[in-house]
């Protein structure tokens, strides 16, 4: 029944590593999002992705990749973690012109060691 | 650009009282929304309410309602009879200039104590 859901939930890791977040969502949402939240709680936008384009926050280290499978799905794969990846990172869907903003999963815990 | 001012790191409030969180924003943009979420400590981001810029009403969503003042640029959050279950941070945030994806303020954090 999750609208949006991301796996793991928590994730340590050494630096260095390559590791992968899931996500997917069932609510038929056009276009899917990562946001960072750092330690200070502030949200930025990483990534938006619809079937037509992808858009990159220009801020975010090229190890960061999106990869979507499918309209249900956006992953975020990271190359060589640094401590700084440390975060929370939460995967959002919206559909075009539905004034309710976004549906976001639960988020993942990445601690970087 | 976008941007949201979230003055208010903290704000402290008894259980029944009414309490307002702050948002003031800046765009270029003639028609915009404004969006409101709450993130209690378990970490999820919950809805709670939208209000386009051309709405004629301010929005309601039962306990919680923005006070819009499009001259002042600010749609502050006012939230009655508060509940302890409120205890959470509570984030202001509109589109990006491109449309492409909402911005964030750094978020007030609000407690509800007996």
């Known amino acids: 029944d999750t609208a949006v859901s991301q796996t793991p939930k928590y994730l340590v890791t050494q630096m260095g590593n390559d590791k992968s977040i899931k996500c997917e969502q069932n609510?038929?949402?056009?276009?899917m999002y990562w946001y960072k939240q750092d330690s200070k709680k502030f949200l930025k936008i990483m990534f938006s992705?619809?079937?037509?384009?992808?858009?990159i926050n220009e801020t975010v280290p090229n190890r960061f990749s999106p990869k979507s499978p499918d309209k249900a799905h956006l992953n975020l794969h990271i190359n060589s973690l640094e401590l700084g990846d440390s975060a929370v990172y939460f995967c959002?869907?919206?559909?075009?012109?539905?004034?309710?903003?976004?549906?976001f999963g639960s988020g993942t815990r990445l601690t970087v060691v | 650009a976008q941007k949201i001012t979230q003055t208010q790191p903290g704000m402290f409030v008894q259980e029944k009282e009414a309490v307002t969180l702050d948002c003031t924003y800046d765009?270029?943009?003639?028609?915009?929304?404004l969006f409101w979420y709450k993130q209690p400590s378990s970490g999820e981001m919950i809805f709670l309410i939208y209000?386009?810029?051309?709405?004629?009403q301010n929005a309601t969503e039962g306990r919680y309602s923005l006070n819009f003042q499009k001259a002042r640029k600010s749609a502050n959050l006012v939230i009655s009879a508060s509940q302890l279950g409120d205890s959470a941070m509570y984030f202001c945030?509109?589109?990006?200039?491109?449309?492409?994806?909402?911005?964030f303020g750094k978020g007030t954090t609000l407690s509800v104590s007996s």
């Open positions: 959002a869907s919206s559909h075009e012109g539905t004034p309710g903003g976004y549906t």
């Open positions: 609510l038929g949402h056009d276009t």
């Open positions: 992705y619809n079937n037509k384009e992808l858009i």
């Open positions: 765009t270029s943009d003639p028609s915009y929304g």
């Open positions: 209000q386009g810029s051309y709405d004629q």
């Open positions: 945030a509109i589109f990006n200039q491109a449309g492409t994806a909402l911005i």
